[in-house]
C-alpha cells in the first residue's frame, strides 16, 4: 500500500520541524539570531487517470483526472528576517546593529564572512575582533593608553587620552547588505558566508543606502518568539502522532488481507 510511505514522508517532515523548532529554542539567547521556518512541498503524483482525457466516443473528456499525491518533501529551511530587541550592556565595543545590515568579518583564510553579532573585543595588539578572534573589516586599532572608546550611529570611532579633551578618529566600521539575505550560507558563530543565491555583498557607510546603523554600549537579542515555537513544537508533534497513527492503521488492514481465507 502506498499509504504507508507516504505517511513515512509525513513522519519524516514533522520530525524535520521539530528538530527546526529545538534549534530555534536552543538559540533564544544568541546574539543577532533570527529564527529559521521548515517549509515543505509535496511530491509528484501519480496519473491514474489524466485530466482532459476522452472518455467517451463523443469526445466527453474527463473534467478533473485522478491524480494520486506521493508525500510530502522538505523544500527550504527559511531564515525569518527580523528585528531583535536591543538589550544595553554598557560596554564600549558593544554594538547593535539597528536595521539592515552586517558586519565584516575576516576569517583566517583571508575569506569574508559576515554577523550581526556586535560583542567584540580588544585583541593584545589592539586590533578589534570578534569573540572568537577573527578580525573585523575594515581594520581598527585601538592605543592601549586610550581611556575611553566612542562609536558614533555612522560606525565612526574615536578613542579619547588623559592629555586630550579632544577624541582621535580611528577609523570608521561598514556595513554589508545583500539582495537575497535568505540566502546566505550560515557557518556557525553568528556568522555568515556568501553564496550564488545571496548575490554579492553591497559595503558601505552605515545610514546609508538604506543601511541600519550603530549602536554603542547595545547588543541585539535573538529574534525568536518562544510562544510561537512551543505553538508550532505541538503542532509538529500532533502531525507526527497523525502520520504514525496511519502507518498502524495501514498496518492492520494488511494484516486483515493477510488473514482472509
Known sequence: MRALKIA???????QLRVETISNNLANM?????????AEFADLHYQ????????????????PTGVQLGLGVRPAAISMHLAQGAMSETGSDLDVAIEGRGYLEVTLPSGQSAYSRDGSLKRSAEGL??????FTVAPEITIPSDARQISINPAGEVYA?????????????????????????EAIGSNMFKETEASGAPVVATPGEDGLGTLRQGYLEDSSV??????????????GYEMNAKVISAVDQMMSATTQVR
Open 47 to 62: 496519473q491514474m487517470s489524466r485530466a482532459g482525457t476522452v472518455n467517451a466516443a463523443d469526445g466527453t473528456v474527463l
Open 160 to 184: 579619547y587620552f588623559d592629555d586630550n579633551s579632544e577624541g582621535q578618529l580611528l577609523g570608521q566600521f561598514t556595513l554589508a547588505s545583500f539582495s537575497n539575505a535568505k540566502g546566505l
Open 29 to 37: 539567547n544568541t546574539t543577532g539570531y533570527n529564527a529559521r521556518r
Open 8 to 14: 513515512a514522508t509525513g513522519m519524516t517532515a514533522q
Open 225 to 238: 518568539d518562544a510562544v510561537r515555537e512551543v505553538t508550532e513544537l505541538i503542532e509538529a508533534q500532533r
Open 128 to 133: 578589534v575582533v570578534t569573540s572568537d578572534g
